[in-house]
């Protein structure tokens, strides 16, 4: 179906997430955080810190929301680019009310992007606002603008951040404990019927680990203002990972690996001014 750019501007339903401490902590675990020291803070009760990505855990209802309201083919929707910008730092327990629109459609020619922004509010207080970026294959062609993604790493140098990990074999099946049970990620045979040979990481949840290796790495704790990225390819439970990463103006810059592929690029974490 070809998209109609008349869709700009349509509302989805607001709806509310209320969640606890033991959600936070859940939300860590599932991106691989307690390895190191320094992730203590985002998985144990004592001064515990809500993990900065934590918003983007209502993306299987943003996505729900947009596919039924503009009417969108949801097995023909790909998560393209993710983008969140912080604007105050969650507590570690409460209500988050989000609402969403779409704020732009781009003609890719075959397919469409569709940007949709997520504003997340605890009482009256904006906290987090987000674009998720979806690709609809066959959704081009209605003569629109093409539209400009994230700009992909091209450094000439080595980089000044390197980081590894390791994805757990169960990885996806606790991702999922924080709301998103899409069965592409949890059921072999949907995942075959999908052109994979078992079920792969949500994209979300690879978005995860690497802004958390990025984030650790880099020592950039307190100061992380925004966290954009593109995807690439799938990664699998159990895959290891690498961060390869370059500092550039106020903003760490880098591409995540999954074994010898590109999953991620970029993948940008965007710091703030503390002078």
């Not at 606002?129 to 081009?140: H, L, P, Q, V």
């Not at 990481?201 to 925004?226: N, S």
Request: charged share 25%; proline share 5%.
């Amino acid at each position: 179906m070809t998209i109609d750019p008349a869709i700009v501007g349509r509302e989805f339903p607001a709806f509310d997430i209320e969640y606890a401490t033991d959600d936070v902590i859940l939300y860590a675990l599932g991106i691989g955080a307690g390895r190191a020291e320094a992730e203590a803070k985002y998985v144990r009760g004592d001064g515990l810190e809500v993990f900065p990505l934590y918003p983007v855990v209502t993306a299987s209802k943003v996505f729900t929301s947009m596919t039924d309201v503009l009417e969108v083919d949801g097995t023909k929707r790909l998560h393209g680019e993710q983008r969140l910008k912080l604007h105050a730092p969650l507590p570690t327990a409460g209500r988050m009310h989000v609402t969403a629109r779409a704020e732009s459609v781009w003609d890719k020619g075959a397919g469409a992007v569709i940007d949709t922004v997520a504003e997340f509010r605890v009482g009256s207080e904006l906290v987090a606002s987000a674009t998720f970026s979806s690709f609809i294959r066959d959704g081009g062609g209605f003569g629109g603008e093409r539209g400009d993604g994230l700009e992909r790493c091209a450094y000439d140098r080595a980089p000044d951040v390197v980081a590894d990990d390791v994805m757990s074999w169960n990885q996806a099946l606790l991702y999922s404990l924080t709301g998103d049970d899409n069965p592409l990620h949890l059921d072999p045979e949907f995942a075959r019927r999908s052109g994979f040979d078992r079920p792969i990481a949500h994209g979300l949840c690879t978005l995860g680990f690497g802004a958390r290796m990025g984030i650790v790495a880099a020592d950039l704790e307190d100061r992380v203002a925004e966290i954009n990225c593109r995807f690439i390819s799938p990664v699998y439970p159990g895959e290891k990972l690498r961060l390869e990463a370059w500092r550039d103006g106020g903003a760490l810059r880098g591409i995540l690996y999954a074994g010898d592929r590109i999953a991620i690029d970029p993948l940008e974490i965007v710091t703030r001014n503390t002078d």
